[in-house]
């Protein structure tokens, strides 16, 4: 049961793997984030990703822009005016006016809008150096929840970091799509997209909740973090975690790595942060919980990533209830409609 | 990781030191409290417990803020300044304090901007023979007393008061000349508000006693300034006070800014250093015996006293069999000094045409050091430049891409300088050791043969002596018997082929060779306390003998923390003799006993009659705490069992140093040689001993009370990314790293941006009277104003990493600053200066110089601008000839 939604012991054996090691995945802790993005460099040597565009983005240090084919790991970098529970505030007293980051907002989110595919090409392509004036256009953009709220005088302030990678699903929505079989789940848990059996198609791409993975320019292929699958088989922790230096990602056996999460949110809150959280963490969320999960000093939607993601499958069997009921009142109709006729 | 509090100035940690910063974090983990005081809201900022912001250039005044705040309030930790410090030790009648002469101390003579330090001294000590602060001030004098210690002759004859109450006791004195660095002084000086200052002394003292330790780490943020060492000073002082050095969590650590910096000046690369901090003898030192008495002018007590142990031992080294006794050991064959050697007088030589060829290895001057103009110009007047790099850096392209081909001031077909490009085997690509931060040496193996032409600086180095003694052999002249008498027999594994002529030297043979010799058994030496004067040992670094003890390369060892004690003693080698942490006597009182069961480092154990603890102790092994030296004992044996500080000539730590600074026995807040405001605290503008090199060639930016400097209004810091690696030649070249920050930008506040105009992503240009640097605007709330001294002050930030050659390019940061010197070692200001920010592009070509003539006009600098470094009397220090 739960094979479509919903929380799954055995992801692996579930896949059909009789005799399996553990599951294995990353517990991101961004609390202890320092931005030096050893990850994605790491990720890129070991993994022979190319480099792909060396454009100033403007979004703080951020040059990466997100995830993408071929950046598999992604630092995001946020400046907000508001602090966390246990700094102090960074700018009281100075004389300071009104927060910059509408300003920086204004001047780069056009540049993102006036980009040929909104944006999603964040770091594979330079973008317009100019772009319209700033306007409001009703969707979520670089500004961020909290990013307004400074007072005129601005004292608080904080800089968030976090290191996003595939989540490697209990249900893997790029995985349930994929009509050749190039993604699949491996003996560790894992998802891993074969490049030599995909065929281009792009439906993993709509079906992940998370816009993670992500098809390479020049071959149409998808492509995203693979875990370090060459390496696990080795035994040797992902590139990644082994280049972090302050262990802000955390390589283990998922449910060691969950019983270690709950300690270290315990913890901040004991500190008094108590708007740390974790995310992906839950069996019972809308993916069956994330093999990669991460611990947030904000809400998701600050970090770029969505409050409430679920797989498409999780809606099947809702949609085959309602299409069976509606093949069944078509069914009924034409029958009706049948034996109308016969009488006449 | 054992600290309760960490405080980091002067120091970017989590984005220059990264993987060093993993311990700071660890320790938060545990429960410390993380500060981090700076210009900007950093990486380090993002994830310290309080960031506290400060104006560039004014940390002297903020730490001064902090010792008057721990005197006024009886925060020191007594029992250990008493016993461990010089707190007691009265001060020579004729001291003048800054106090008294606003701004300078006794002693200085305008006419040559150096102070005659005789009236610094302990009541009851003499002055050494001959001390000249101008001539000192040119050799870096200081900097070469760091094997022998500073002289202070007869410091155990000194007057000194128990109770520190004597008016001229040093801790007496040290309130009196702190007594102005107030809450509200701090506040106007280094724009840090009251409250927020006041919080960092709570934390730094609450967080420093019997159980509890502060760490504090510095960087370049506080080494590259005009007074730069006094910067150092303070901290120290601070730290002294709180009884937070030679203890565990406690300490000053100064954080390196490249792999092995540190090896390369335990064995140096400067030129008024031999390895092991040995001064490099001078004109005056006609034979061993008279460079022997220059260095134990600093009395007779202590590790220093055995220098003459050190030098014969590495003299040995040097020349082998050619040393003997009757010959000084080879003595006559060092280099002398007979002036300033320095990097940039020797630039400055360059462009004078005293200076004909130039090697530079794993450097790139063009792009990272200050004044890049002047480095460029000063190589395109050579006869010859060897350049060995992994890449085709800047350096080595400067005569057909610098900046100067555009304004017509270099042109490539009339450069007389001819280039010869080495590829260099990277440090995957050869064996040998690394020293880092912490003085730990860690072995590298091999992990791939150079490719093509690539080669070892151990190679280079060995076949360049080879082919000059070849060329040499035979000759008679006294100048080159010493490449003739030269022991360059190391052993050797084979050619890059693995045979022939181009044979690969033998890096472990090296690492043996600076351990050391007892050459009657042919014997490793197990640590420096085997040392000989009498010829019978070798060694090519004192401080490293050991590394090599036993026939076991211990700088190669890597045992698990889980299998070891908690100061890792087994992983790789730290000198001296593996200590972990220097002073490590101080970790106990003066009984021997540790401090707290909690701060328990090494004590004294009774029944042993040894020291003993958990680190390698920091002290003769059988002198108990309660021993009191013979009146007519040496070295070592003159320590009390209460003189932790084992290489000062008095066993103390110096809060007041009677000698060994140029610029004062106390750090003094000086204002930067180039900044927008007056010195609040003294008439004395600068540090008045700075060096200044008042050429035109070198103009510097008008500080108050010169006019003109409204020209450049704003304050400007320079610093790194974690993406790139200093002068960008190991960063700029690789996709990975150049794509995470691909183009040069400058920092600058949302209320500066609206003050001149700048748009986010937009184009500026910083302007100095050196040169302008284009940049793209990054408007941050990172970055804050300041109110300094009742004004708004603004300060604009840009990483150094950017040229013209590799993936990514940019104008050269490092252009914008000019050069003037700290006295004591001479590190350039490069940390702060002034500047203008325009919006836009900037001129190029001869549009740029005529922008840089307009902006010299507008502020009326001329040669002398600057170069008056003694504010009240006005004596211009400019070039012969400017």
């Given at each position: 049961m739960n094979r479509l939604y919903g929380p799954l012991d055995d992801v692996a054996g579930d896949a059909g793997h009789v005799e399996h090691p553990p599951r294995v995945g990353f517990f991101t802790?961004?609390?202890?984030?320092?931005?030096?993005?050893a990850c994605e460099v790491a990720c890129k040597e070991w993994n022979a990703v190319p480099e792909d565009g060396l454009d100033l983005?403007?979004?703080?240090?951020?040059?990466?822009?997100m995830l993408g084919a071929d950046s598999w790991r992604h630092v995001a970098f946020v400046e907000q005016p508001r602090r966390t529970a246990?700094?102090?505030?960074?700018?009281?007293?100075?004389p300071t006016g009104p927060s910059g980051i509408p300003e920086t907002a204004g001047a780069v989110e056009p540049r993102l809008e006036a980009a040929p595919r909104g944006g999603s090409e964040l770091g594979t392509n330079p973008l317009p150096p100019g772009g319209p004036?700033?306007?409001?256009?009703?969707m979520p953009g670089f500004?961020?929840?909290?990013?307004?709220?400074?007072?005129?005088?601005?004292t608080d302030f904080r800089w968030l970091m976090a290191s996003d990678v595939c989540?490697?699903?209990?249900?893997?929505g790029c995985l349930d799509v994929c009509?050749?079989?190039a993604l699949f789940r491996t003996e560790f848990g894992t998802v891993v997209v074969q490049q030599d059996l995909c065929?281009?198609?792009?439906?993993c791409v709509s079906g992940c909740p998370y816009g993670v993975i992500d098809r390479r320019q020049h071959d149409g292929r998808a492509n995203k973090c693979t875990l370090c699958y060459d390496r696990l088989g080795d035994g040797l922790e992902p590139a990644c975690a082994k280049a972090c230096p302050t262990d802000s990602i955390q390589f283990g056996e998922l449910d060691e790595l969950r019983e270690r999460a709950d300690r270290r949110l315990a913890q901040l809150h004991d500190l008094g942060v108590s708007e740390a959280r974790l995310y992906g963490?839950?069996?019972?969320d809308g993916v069956g919980g994330d093999g990669a999960f991460f611990l947030l000093l904000d809400e998701p939607e600050v970090y770029g990533l969505p409050p409430d993601p679920h797989v498409p499958t999780r809606d099947a069997p809702s949609m085959w209830k309602r299409a069976g009921q509606a093949a069944a009142a078509f069914l009924l109709a034409g029958a009706a409609a049948f034996l109308a006729g016969g009488r006449r | 990781m054992n600290s309760d509090c960490i405080v980091i100035m002067g120091s970017n940690m989590a984005e220059a030191h990264p993987v060093g910063f993993q311990w700071v974090m660890e320790a938060k983990g545990r429960g410390a409290r993380v500060i981090h005081i700076d210009p900007r809201f950093t990486r380090t900022s993002a994830v310290a417990d309080t960031y506290v912001p400060i104006r560039a250039g004014s940390d002297i005044a903020f730490l001064g803020g902090v010792i008057r705040y721990v005197l006024d309030n009886d925060l020191d930790f007594r029992e250990y300044v008493a016993a461990y410090?010089?707190?007691s030790f009265l001060v020579s009648e004729d001291f003048a304090d800054t106090e008294d002469l606003d701004g300078l101390f006794s002693g200085y003579d305008p006419r040559t901007g150096?102070?005659?330090?005789?009236?610094?001294?302990?009541?009851?000590t003499e002055p050494p023979r001959d001390d000249d602060g101008s001539r000192a001030k040119t050799f870096s004098e200081p900097f070469q007393a760091?094997?022998?210690?500073?002289g202070v002759a007869g410091a155990h004859l000194a007057e000194r008061d128990p109770t520190l109450q004597?008016?001229?006791c040093v801790f007496q004195v040290l309130k009196r000349h702190f007594a102005r660095y107030t809450p509200e002084m701090v506040e106007r000086v280094c724009g840090t508000p009251q409250e927020q200052f006041l919080d960092v002394c709570r934390a730094w003292t609450t967080n420093s006693n019997r159980d509890r330790t502060t760490a504090l780490v510095y960087s370049v943020g506080w080494t590259q300034h005009s007074v730069g060492a006094q910067y150092i000073r303070a901290g120290a002082i601070l730290q002294l006070l709180l009884g937070n050095?030679?203890?565990?969590?406690g300490g000053v650590f100064a954080l390196r800014?490249?792999?092995?910096i540190q090896g390369s000046t335990d064995i140096?690369?400067?030129?008024?250093l031999l390895p092991g901090y040995l001064a490099m003898p001078n004109v005056?030192?006609?034979?061993l015996d008279a460079w022997m008495a220059d260095q134990r002018t600093g009395g007779h007590?202590?590790?220093?006293?055995d220098v003459d142990a050190y030098m014969v031992s590495l003299l040995k080294e040097y020349f082998g069999d050619a040393a003997t006794p009757e010959n000084d050991f080879?003595?006559?064959w060092l280099p002398r000094i007979d002036g300033d050697h320095g990097t940039y007088r020797t630039v400055m030589d360059m462009i004078d045409g005293k200076v004909s060829g130039y090697f530079v290895l794993g450097q790139n001057p063009a792009v990272g050091s200050a004044h890049g103009r002047l480095q460029r110009l000063g190589m395109a007047n050579l006869d010859w430049l060897v350049v060995r790099d992994l890449n085709e850096i800047e350096t080595a392209t400067f005569w057909r891409d610098s900046p100067e081909i555009e304004t017509g001031e270099i042109v490539p077909e009339r450069c007389r300088t001819e280039v010869f490009l080495m590829p260099a085997a990277s440090h995957v690509e050869k064996e040998g050791t690394f020293t880092q931060t912490q003085r730990m040496l860690q072995w590298r193996t091999k992990a791939v043969e150079p490719s093509g032409d690539r080669r070892s600086e151990l190679w280079f180095a060995y076949h360049l002596g080879r082919l000059v003694r070849e060329r040499l052999?035979?000759?008679?002249?006294e100048r080159d018997q010493p490449m003739l008498n030269l022991a360059w027999d190391y052993a050797t594994e084979g050619g890059?082929?693995?045979?022939?002529?181009w044979v690969e030297p033998s890096a472990d043979d090296v690492l043996r060779r600076i351990n050391g010799y007892d050459l009657t058994t042919g014997d490793l030496l197990?640590?420096?306390?085997?040392?000989?004067?009498?010829?019978s040992t070798s060694c090519g670094c004192w401080i490293y003998s050991?590394?090599?003890?036993?026939?076991?390369?211990?700088?190669a060892r890597r045992k698990s923390?889980?299998?070891?004690?908690?100061?890792?003693?087994?992983?790789g080698w730290t000198w001296p003799m593996n200590?972990?942490?220097?002073?490590?006597?101080?970790?106990?009182?003066?009984?021997?006993?540790?401090?707290?069961e909690r701060k328990k480092l090494v004590w004294w154990d009774a029944d042993e009659g040894a020291w003993t603890g958990?680190?390698?102790?920091?002290?003769?092994?059988?002198?108990?705490?309660g021993h009191r030296p013979p009146e007519d004992a040496t070295g070592?044996?003159?320590?009390?069992?209460?003189?932790?500080?084992?290489?000062?000539p008095d066993g103390k730590a110096w809060l007041?140093?009677?000698?060994?600074?140029?610029?004062?026995p106390l750090p003094t807040h000086y204002e930067p040689h180039?900044?927008?405001?007056?010195?609040?605290?003294?008439?004395?503008?600068?540090?008045?001993?700075r060096k200044v090199y008042g050429r035109p060639d070198n103009p510097s930016n008008p500080a108050p009370?010169?006019?003109?400097s409204e020209v450049f209004p704003y304050v400007l810091t320079a610093a790194r990314l974690t993406e790139h690696h200093t002068?960008?030649?190991?960063?700029?070249?690789l996709p990975y790293l150049s794509e995470l920050q691909p183009a040069l930008f400058v920092e600058v506040s949302p209320e500066l941006a609206r003050e001149r105009g700048l748009t986010h992503l937009g184009d500026a240009h910083v302007v100095t009277s050196r040169s302008a640097v284009q940049a793209r605007v990054v408007v941050t709330d990172r970055m804050a104003p300041l109110r300094i001294d009742g004004r708004v002050v603004h300060q604009v930030w840009l990483p150094y990493?950017?040229?013209?050659?590799?993936?990514v390019s940019g104008d050269?940061?490092?252009?914008l600053f000019g050069v003037v010197e700290d006295?004591?070692?001479?590190?350039?200001?490069?940390?702060v200066a002034t500047c203008d920010v325009r919006p836009g592009p900037r001129p190029r070509g001869p549009a740029l110089r005529a922008l840089l003539d307009e902006v010299r006009a507008a502020a009326g600098i001329?040669?002398?601008?600057?170069?008056?470094?003694?504010?009240?009397?006005?004596v211009a220090h400019t070039e012969e000839g400017s």
């Open positions: 802790d961004t609390s202890v984030c320092i931005g030096c993005k983005l403007g979004m703080s240090f951020d040059n990466t822009g246990h700094q102090d505030p960074a700018f009281a007293g100075l004036e700033p306007q409001e256009l009703g500004s961020r929840p909290g990013d307004l709220t400074g007072p005129e005088s601005r989540k490697h699903c209990t249900h893997a009509p050749t079989g065929n281009g198609c792009g439906y963490r839950d069996p019972d | 410090t010089n707190a150096a102070y005659e330090r005789d009236s610094w001294y302990y009541e009851g760091g094997a022998s210690g500073a004597h008016p001229r050095i030679g203890r565990p969590g800014g490249h792999a092995s140096p690369t400067l030129f008024n005056a030192h006609t034979d007590k202590g590790y220093g006293y080879g003595f006559d052999a035979g000759s008679t002249r890059h082929d693995g045979t022939g002529e197990p640590d420096y306390l085997g040392l000989k004067a009498d010829g050991g590394v090599y003890a036993e026939g076991v390369n211990q700088a923390h889980t299998e070891q004690g908690p100061y890792d003693a087994e992983w200590r972990r942490v220097l002073y490590n006597r101080a970790s106990a009182d003066p009984e021997g006993r540790p401090w707290s958990y680190d390698i102790p920091d002290f003769p092994r059988n002198t108990p705490p070592p044996e003159a320590l009390s069992g209460d003189d932790p500080f084992i290489m000062q007041f140093a009677p000698h060994g600074l140029l610029d004062g180039e900044s927008p405001v007056r010195n609040p605290l003294y008439g004395q503008q600068g540090n008045p001993t009370p010169e006019a003109g002068a960008g030649g190991m960063s700029r070249q990493h950017f040229g013209h050659t590799g993936l050269v940061v490092n252009d006295s004591n070692v001479f590190i350039q200001e490069s940390k001329t040669v002398e601008t600057g170069t008056r470094i003694a504010t009240a009397p006005g």
